[in-house]
Every structure is written in structure tokens, then in C-alpha cells.
């Protein structure tokens, strides 16, 4: 089984991880120009953006050739999932990808913007994700066929937050404090190459707004416009190596 995902703060890689199989970074595998893949099955993991697939998986899945008789794809996010299952669907109809199971798993939600880092942590056993990835171990493992659906509504509201979110300049909500010692994590963990570090970081325009620069900075010198707490978050089983490993 090959598992192709994407993470700036370890839960998709956490996820992938706990499904088995080999796995292969998707910002790397786009660096590397790599788009063909076979196996008996084969996953896609992603963080949920706006309600929908981001964009930087988006892109991927325009090129990729996948060939397997089990397509399976999960999505990780932290209160609403919106529209991102119907969204999987949509792409993978377009680019000849047949889906046998789509699915979703409820995990810390990292972004700033909307929530205090502490308080989504607090939140964390409730959230049951040890089941919950059992289970969604369990489907994948019986290769069960199953696609979570959402509604058309969830939908519209999907595609109004892409007009909306993906509209801007993001790069320009980040600030900079005298704190960073111009360590370069930022520009590692950056799956776009979109950071320069001379001596602070120079954001170029091309952010997907993952918050891998912030989250995973080890000063915790960047911050994002209207973040709601000075707290940060990394998956408690991922580290900060694994996630340069995947996104430099
Ligand atoms: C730009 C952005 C948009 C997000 N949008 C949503 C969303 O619409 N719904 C949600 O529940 N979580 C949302 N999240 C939270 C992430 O989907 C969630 O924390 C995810 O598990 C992070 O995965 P990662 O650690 O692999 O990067 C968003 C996060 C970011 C950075």
C-alpha cells in the first residue's frame, strides 16, 4: 500500500503513518516531478482547508496517474468538515481517480486564526481519534468501499471559501519577532519554498497558508494575523524532523 500525503503539523502524516504501508510526501513528490503510482491500494491524507481539499493536493491530483483497484482518501480536520469529501470526489472524477472509500478524522485543529492552541488541546479526549483511527484502520484494512457524503449546501459554502480565503495575499498576515535567530526551520518546513531566511524570514506570494512556518517555528518568533493564542501546535507523535523531512 502507498499512502501520498500532506502535513504542516504532523496529523496527516500521524494519520498516514497509522494506516501501514510505505508513504510519500506530496510537496516532495511535486518537487520531484513524481506522478505515477500502482499498488494494490493507494491513499491520499490531507489536512481539510476551508472546508474543502487544499489546493497545493488539488494540484497533485490534476497530474497524478494512479493504478489500483483500491483508491482511498482521508481527510483530517479539526470542527467542520464541510464539503471536503464531496470536494475529493469531484477532483478525482475530473482526473479519471475512482475513489472506493473516502473518509474523515476529527483532529486538533490547528488554525490560529480561529482557535487558542490550549484550548483545542484540552479538547483532545473528546475527540476520541485512537477509535477513530482504528476504525478508519480497519475499513482500509477490509478495503471496504464507503464515501462520506455532504451536503449541496456544505458545498456552496465550499466554494464561496475558496473564492474568499484563497483570494489574498496571506503571506502578508505574517510578522516577524527580534526573538528569531534566523534557524531556517521555517524555510525547511515550508512545503512551497515560499520562505527565504537572510536574517529573519522573507515570505514570498505564493503561502498556501499551511501555518507550518508558524507552528513549527522553535522560537515560536512568527505569528499570524488575528491568531488566537501565543500557544502552538505540532501532533504530539510527529517530529519536528519528520516534518522537514516531508516539506523541504
Ligand atoms: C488554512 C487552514 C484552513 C483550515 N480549515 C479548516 C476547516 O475548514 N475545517 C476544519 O475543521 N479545520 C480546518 N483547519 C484545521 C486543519 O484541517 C487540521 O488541524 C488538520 O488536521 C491539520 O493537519 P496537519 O497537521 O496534517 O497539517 C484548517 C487549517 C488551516 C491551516
Known sequence: MKILYFTATGNSLYVAKRMGGEYYSIPKLIKEGKYDFEDEKIGIVFPIYYSGVPQIVEKFL??????????????????????????????????????????????????????????????????????????????????????????????????????????????????????????????KVCPVDNIEVQNQPVFKNNCQQCLACVHNCPQRAISVKKEKSEARFVNQNITLKEIIVANN
Open 62 to 187: 490534476n497530474k497524478v496517474k494512479l493504478k489500483s483497484n483500491y483508491i482511498f482518501g482521508i481527510g483530517t480536520y479539526g470542527m467542520y468538515a464541510g464539503a471536503a469529501t464531496r470536494h475529493l470526489l469531484e477532483i478525482g472524477e475530473r482526473n479519471g481517480i475512482t475513489f472506493s472509500y473516502i473518509n474523515e478524522i476529527v483532529m486538533i485543529d490547528n488554525y490560529l486564526p480561529g482557535f487558542d492552541m490550549n484550548k483545542e488541546l484540552e479538547k483532545e479526549p473528546k475527540k476520541k481519534i485512537e477509535d477513530n483511527l482504528r476504525e478508519i484502520a480497519k475499513d482500509i484494512g477490509e478495503a471496504k468501499k464507503y464515501i462520506k457524503k455532504h451536503s449541496f449546501i456544505a458545498d456552496g459554502l465550499r466554494v464561496l471559501n475558496e473564492k474568499y480565503f484563497y483570494n489574498q495575499h496571506f503571506e502578508k498576515n505574517f510578522t516577524v519577532k527580534s526573538s528569531c535567530n534566523g534557524c531556517k526551520t521555517c524555510e
